[in-house]
């Protein structure tokens, strides 16, 4: 062989490492991680739970600190805190989340070879384990590596690359110590601290109970529009199909000038008339009487019509052409549970729980999740989420590091390379 | 649509803008006749300010739920870059494509009237909402132009001499893209927390926004350690764009997005 060519084009696996033996450690990574996977049976990766997990992030943090301490100086250690094998680990993860991003999960995927891979319930597959720990093996040694010793010039590098670390090891880890407990409360009903894990299906109980004292629901107006009768679904052409109605709203929909002469959002339908009544009690829907001109004939129709509900029948004005002029189901604006907390140690506590606004108690925190969609306005039943994430901490560590790190990059811009 | 008349102000920010890119176009003919353009392109910009402004008190509610209405952030976001880069790089070209896309969605919008709807579901209502989309709304615009760089540099590449330019301010688009993607992904996942208990559960959105993230993590990494290669990256970029373009708005349309918060009429 021609000594000036060996060392111009270097041998394949011949120090140092660069993008082509980075992939290829990528793709028998991948092998590895397919074939766990079927050994396995497809049940994918164990979730480890608490100590395990808090001892294999501390074995992975002490050993890359060990191994860089002591042998820093080794190809192979040097090509792990390089960029070609960031690099390939950016891409073996973004090869991951992309199946993961394309195959429905946790369905049925119906094909046993996807099933087998793990393809279908990615999150916990060996691939995904195999390429997290590859990340992390990777993201920590170039961490050490440009970070020490810490200055004022690395301090935006090591604010992105730990803080990424950190969010993506105990997002990983602490997977397993995740707790989803779902609480179906009824009004009326005495306290309860029996939940339902949605991991294992099993009934919990929780460290405190919950009553549920009043379930709120306000309602945005129903919207009025022009429906296709046979198929039920919006007739959509050029121009305005659906309009929120309001008392004394005209408005204009696809050829009709459409007037809202009365409008209730609570009442009854009186037996065999066309005509309602307001009344805010159980099982009541809103109703409204319409009046519908065609812009061009002139014809009117005129009527009630209401959405209905599980005490109001559904009625709707016939506007001919196989089109109908109907009341949508009103949406939710906000909805939410007055609950009372109820705590041997700590005693009752009175709160209200509302989608976004959850309420905090001893690392558990209650979400308003839903409520019986049938019933609507009325429903009773208010099904309430506890979740318990011990190391949510130790992620927002992370992200605020992150969040940091980004705005470091926001001022300084990729003039400094340090 | 008789409260808020959207063609109107459209059009006379479709005409400012089309005044003050021509004039700009003059721009070598006296300062004023450049300070009169960029004028004019900042006062369309104002007007479409206005009418966002006006429809969110009309709705009361951020007019950032739909695909329309984020389209009108676009055609304020894209002419802002647009000024900005003007600004520091007098990059005629930039804003002419920044005004040029502004205009079609504008259009698209002119042309898509939609049925401006008050209602925002409860998990939309929270504090979170504005500056996780406004933030993502500039990267993408951001990240946009960096693409529409990579495409100029790539022309010039194959058909001319690189202007060494060009890299540096797709380059400094990024990272400033970047830095944005990772407030909006970050803002996302502690909204989630407060919303869903979870901050990360890989709805289909989720996952999209995070490989677009890792694209361009990939790009920047790539060219910090090759400053010299070029052709890889101007490619890597206008493909990265690909996915960004996925993520916003092709999500509606993959099977295993049926049952995501993200999926927007």
Same mark, same amino acid.
């Given at each position: ?22 992939? /290829? ?37 002490? $050993? ?33 989340? /992309? ?17 087998? /891979?793990? #393809? ?29 010793? /810490? ?21 990983? #880890? ?34 405190? $109970? ?18 296709? =009768? ?39 339908? #009186? ?47 016939? #506007? ?49 999740? $839903? ?35 980004? =705005? ?11 | ?56 008190? @009309? ?72 500056? @996780? ?64 208990? @979870? ?21 920047? @990494? ?44």
């Amino acid at each position: 062989m021609n000594k000036n060519k060996t060392i111009q084009k270097k041998k394949l696996w011949q120090h140092p490492w660069r993008y082509k033996e980075s992939f /290829l450690v990528v793709m028998e990574l991948a092998l590895l991680g397919l074939i766990f996977e079927v050994l396995t049976g497809g049940k994918g990766a164990p979730q480890l739970q608490w100590p395990v997990n808090a001892i294999v992030g501390v074995l992975i943090i002490s $050993s890359v600190g060990i191994i860089y301490y002591k042998y820093r100086k080794n190809p192979v250690i040097k090509w792990l805190a390089s960029v070609p094998a960031a690099i390939s680990a950016i891409s073996f993860f973004a090869i991951v989340s /992309l199946l993961l991003g394309f195959i429905p999960q946790d369905v049925d995927s119906g094909s046993r070879f996807v099933n087998m /891979l793990g #393809l279908s319930h990615m999150k916990n597959s060996w691939l995904m384990m195999v390429s997290g720990l590859y990340f992390l093996i990777a993201l920590g040694f170039v961490t050490m590596r440009r970070s020490l010793p /810490l200055n004022r010039k690395n301090i935006g590098f090591l604010l992105n690359h730990a803080g990424l670390w950190i969010t993506i090891a105990a997002g990983y #880890l602490g997977a397993g110590d995740l707790e989803k407990k779902n609480l179906r409360l009824v009004e009326g009903n005495e306290a309860t601290n029996i939940a339902m894990n949605m991991r294992t299906g099993t009934m919990d109980e929780l460290p405190f $109970s919950v009553q549920l004292l009043d379930f709120n629901i306000e309602d945005y107006n129903p919207k009025i529009a022009i429906v296709n =009768a046979s198929s039920g679904t919006l007739v959509e052409e050029e121009g305005n199909t659906i309009q929120i109605i309001e008392e004394g709203l005209k408005t204009n929909l696809l050829d009709w000038e459409v007037e809202i002469l009365e409008f209730m959002p609570d009442a009854f339908a #009186l037996i065999g008339k066309d005509e309602y009544v307001a009344k805010d009690s159980m099982g009541s829907a809103p109703a409204a009487l319409v009046r519908a001109t065609h812009s061009g004939s002139g014809t009117v129709h005129e009527g009630w019509i209401s959405c209905g509900s599980f005490g109001v029948m559904f009625a709707s004005l016939e #506007l001919g052409n196989n089109t109908i002029l109907a009341m949508t189901t009103p949406e939710p604006q906000k909805y939410s549970s007055d609950l009372v907390i109820k705590d041997n140690e700590l005693g009752d506590t009175e709160v209200r729980v509302e989608v976004n606004k959850p309420y905090k108690h001893k690392g558990w925190k209650l979400y308003q999740l $839903s409520y019986d969609e049938r019933m609507g306005k009325w429903s009773q039943l208010s099904v309430m989420e506890a979740v318990r994430d011990p190391w949510l901490p130790l992620v927002y560590t992370g992200i605020f590091m992150l969040l940091a790190g980004a =705005a470091y990059i926001f001022w300084t811009g990729n003039k400094t390379k340090g | 649509m008789d409260w808020i008349n959207f063609p109107a102000y459209a059009g006379i920010t479709f005409l400012s803008w089309f005044l003050g890119a021509s004039l700009i176009g003059f721009s070598s003919k006296g300062k004023w006749i450049e300070n009169t353009g960029l004028g004019l392109i900042i006062l369309g910009n104002l007007v479409m300010i206005l009418f966002a402004v006006l429809l969110w008190i @009309h709705l009361e509610r951020p007019p950032l739920r739909t695909l329309g209405e984020t389209r009108l952030w676009y055609s304020i976001f894209l002419p802002f870059v647009g000024i900005i880069t003007y600004f520091r790089w007098r990059y005629k070209i930039f804003m002419y494509y920044a005004l040029a896309m502004a205009s079609l969605f504008l259009m698209i919008n002119y042309t898509n009237p939609e049925t401006y709807s008050k209602t925002l579901m409860p998990a939309l209502q929270s504090p979170w909402f504005v500056p @996780h989309v406004i933030v993502y709304i500039f990267a993408y615009a951001v990240l946009a132009f960096s693409s529409v760089i990579a495409l100029a540099g790539l022309y010039q590449v194959y058909y001319k001499q690189l202007n060494a330019i060009v890299l540096k301010l797709a380059d400094n688009l990024v990272y400033v893209g970047f830095a944005f993607l990772t407030l909006g992904l970050l803002f996302g996942a502690l909204w989630a927390k407060e919303a869903w208990g @979870h901050y990360w559960t890989w709805d289909p959105k989720e996952t999209w926004a995070f490989l677009t993230w890792l694209a361009y993590l990939g790009y920047m @990494h790539f060219r910090h350690f090759q400053p010299k290669k070029v052709k890889a990256p101007l490619w890597a970029l206008s493909v990265a764009f690909i996915v960004l373009l996925i993520c916003w708005f092709g999500i509606n349309y993959l099977p295993s997005a049926q049952n995501s918060v993200h999926v927007y009429s």
